[in-house]
């Protein structure tokens, strides 16, 4: 009676073993399901986030340009006014800039 005991236990041993081999896979896969899910979702965030830092730094950016151009028309427009207000002078100044650039050159 003891050996059919023990084989008893061998083989319930042996179902329990079974089905706790079966329980782990089943756990990795939940476990391995869970975690690409988790990686997924993720990626999409710093996809999101990384798309939305980029359209910031072109905003940014663009901000810059226009105020940059802006900048300079407003300084090309004085500069016209001035040389409209005095041409004689506008000419003698651009002359000595010449000459100077000329000398500075030639050494």
């Known amino acids: 009676m003891e ?18 081999r079966e329980d782990l896979a089943n756990l990795t896969r939940s476990v391995t399901e869970s975690q690409k899910s ?8 710093i996809l999101r986030e990384g798309h939305e830092a980029f359209d910031q730094v072109r905003k940014t950016g663009n ?5 940059a151009k802006d900048t300079g028309a407003k300084a ?7 040389i409209e207000e005095r041409p ?12 100077l ?7």
């Open 76 to 82: 090309v427009n004085e500069v016209e006014h001035k």
């Open 3 to 20: 050996t059919k005991s023990s084989q008893d236990e061998y083989r319930q041993l042996q179902q329990d073993l079974k089905q706790l």
């Open 38 to 45: 988790n990686i997924s979702n993720l990626r999409d965030e």
């Open 63 to 67: 901000d810059a340009m226009n105020r």
């Open 101 to 107: 650039v000329g000398k500075l050159l030639d050494r």
């Open 88 to 99: 004689f002078l506008s000419i003698v100044i651009m002359f000595l800039a010449g000459v």
